[in-house]
């Protein structure tokens, strides 16, 4: 089975409350909720959705995009030699990921990727918010060719061995070189740490909740030190997201 999600950047999501329990009064309802708050016509539009139903009210995780657009991926889509067989999107496998992988509480995933990071707010393993900031590892790659004067290509080596960043305590026991690079690194970052503070004031304000705990994947997670930079940021635990522990890997063919 082949599963595709469609790109990030040309969906929309929205995250409905709908006051009523029963799935096809509920389902009826979504056209009407998502036409007061879509930047383009309903009949444009090429949407689904995921459906949770309550005792009194049902929550519907939507995903829509222009049907120009959607027209335009499905015809790639139908000319591979195995066509794919679900195409979803990413806020959608994660919150299907977290309801079968149950945490209590609420929490964030931080998706920080090479062009984008992404947040995925949840409670008690249901996505309830989504963001995106236009922060990632190419910003790296080019604050590191532009400061040593070194091509790209150069610049992703030297991020892939040699990138870090430090908290403020740790940039009193290294050499100003590294501190150098810590506040240009800090510099690159600063957008990411803004915006999320952002978000987690929002999702507090809106939700009446704090989050407890930040979790990290992406390539970009990966530079050194950022798990215990980010928890200071953000006065939020950080830590990396371990999605494979507990996983057998010599059973896997490579």
């Known amino acids: 089975r082949i599963v595709v999600h469609v790109p990030p950047e040309g969906v929309t999501t929205r995250f409905l409350t709908l006051p009523v329990k029963n799935r096809k009064k509920a389902e009826l309802m979504i056209p009407f909720?998502?036409?007061?708050?879509?930047?383009?016509?309903?009949?444009?539009?090429?949407?689904?959705?995921?459906l949770e139903t309550?005792?009194?009210q049902s929550l519907a995780l939507v995903a829509l995009t222009r049907d120009s657009d959607f027209a335009l991926f499905n015809d790639r889509l139908v000319q591979w030699p195995t066509p794919p067989s679900v195409v979803t999107t990413e806020p959608s496998v994660m919150d299907a990921f977290y309801g079968m992988n149950q945490m209590a509480g609420a929490y964030c995933v931080l998706d920080v990727g090479h062009r984008a990071t992404k947040a995925y707010f949840f409670y008690n393993?249901?996505?309830?918010?989504?963001?995106?900031?236009?922060?990632?590892?190419?910003h790296v790659d080019e604050m590191v060719a532009q400061t040593y004067s070194i091509s790209a290509p150069e610049a992703v080596t030297y991020k892939h061995q040699?990138?870090?960043?430090?908290t403020t305590a740790q940039l009193a026991e290294v050499d100003e070189n590294q501190k150098e690079f810590a506040r240009?690194?800090?510099?690159?970052?600063?957008?990411?740490v803004n915006d999320f503070l952002r978000w987690e004031l929002g999702f507090r304000v809106?939700?009446?909740i704090k989050i407890s705990q930040v979790l990290l994947c992406g390539g970009t997670a990966n530079v050194k030190n950022m798990a215990n930079y980010l928890t200071e940021k953000f006065s939020v635990k950080a830590s990396l997201l371990e999605t494979f522990e507990g996983?057998?890997?010599t059973k896997v063919e490579l």
């Open 162 to 166: 040699n990138a870090f960043v430090l």
């Open 33 to 50: 909720q998502l036409e007061e708050d879509i930047p383009y016509a309903l009949f444009e539009s090429h949407y689904a959705w995921a």
């Open 206 to 208: 809106t939700h009446g």
């Open 247 to 249: 996983v057998d890997v």
């Open 54 to 56: 309550g005792r009194t």
């Open 184 to 192: 240009l690194m800090d510099q690159v970052f600063r957008p990411l």
């Open 125 to 138: 393993s249901k996505l309830i918010a989504t963001h995106v900031s236009y922060v990632g590892g190419r």
